[in-house]
């Protein structure tokens, strides 16, 4: 069983271009949940999804950033006209259900966006 | 506001020495903490959870414990290895709705042979 997957690992821009960010959860996990981290700090919470749902974007910006889990394919993390800033590592983990009991998220390697 | 405050923010020891990381929240409303190690440039691996009612938890070398009244918890690594060199990060999950975590900082530890 495959754990979650990102691709890509690295990523450079140049201001204003867009960056796309995939990432394909564990086999069966139905909870797909992006965070960013900037250097020296922790991740903070963007966005939280369910297979075509968005059910938490309470932590991504607003403008320019996006995000999406299809019925099928991987969740996508798109970021439109980059800029410095955006330049971390984002990560995505998913997990078999949200609430209830303790559930473990399983986290991707992340990618690492470079905005020049 | 919710915050998971962690020290110390590195920390250095010998190969087989032992060494404690401690974690300190204002998050409510609580429903469970968690440690996780993440290695330099991958993502966080899940140690341990713990709920209000657990106060410890053991995953091989490492013991976690909670004290749900003062919101205080402590990592506890024991006879330290070369592979423990990563960031500990503690992770407050709140309750009500899905799982949304907090995240402290991290602890980056070195073991030095």
């Known amino acids: 069983n495959a754990g979650v997957m990102q691709n890509p690992r690295h990523l450079v821009r140049r201001r204003g271009q867009e960056a796309r960010l995939r990432c394909s959860p564990m086999?069966?996990?139905?909870?797909v949940y992006w965070y960013r981290q900037l250097p020296e700090e922790g991740l903070k919470f963007m966005v939280y999804?369910?297979?075509?749902?968005?059910?938490?974007e309470s932590g991504m910006p607003k403008e320019r950033f996006s995000a999406e889990f299809p019925k099928e394919g991987p969740s996508i993390l798109r970021i439109q006209q980059v800029v410095r800033g955006d330049s971390a590592a984002y990560f995505c983990?998913?997990?078999?259900?949200?609430?209830?009991?303790?559930?473990?998220?399983?986290f991707g390697p992340g990618t690492r966006l470079t905005v020049l | 506001k919710n915050q998971v405050e962690q020290s110390p923010q590195s920390l250095i020891i010998l190969e087989g020495k032992n060494c404690t990381l401690q974690?300190?929240?204002?998050?409510?409303?609580?429903?469970?903490l968690r440690w996780y190690k993440q290695d330099t440039g991958r993502g966080p691996v899940s140690l341990t959870i713990?709920?209000?009612?657990?106060n410890t938890k053991s995953n091989g070398r490492y013991t976690a414990t909670l004290d749900a009244d003062t919101k205080q918890s402590s990592l506890h690594i024991t006879a330290s290895q070369l592979s423990d060199s990563a960031s500990y990060i503690c992770?407050?999950?709140?309750?009500?709705?899905?799982?949304?975590?907090?995240f402290g900082a991290g602890t980056r530890l070195a073991v030095h042979p």
């Open positions: 999804l369910q297979k075509e749902n968005i059910i938490d």
């Open positions: 086999k069966g996990h139905s909870h």
């Open positions: 992770v407050v999950c709140l309750s009500g709705g899905y799982n949304k975590l907090i």
């Open positions: 713990m709920t209000f009612s657990e």
């Open positions: 983990a998913s997990s078999l259900k949200s609430s209830g009991s303790p559930d473990t998220q399983y």
């Open positions: 974690c300190n929240y204002t998050v409510s409303p609580f429903s469970n």
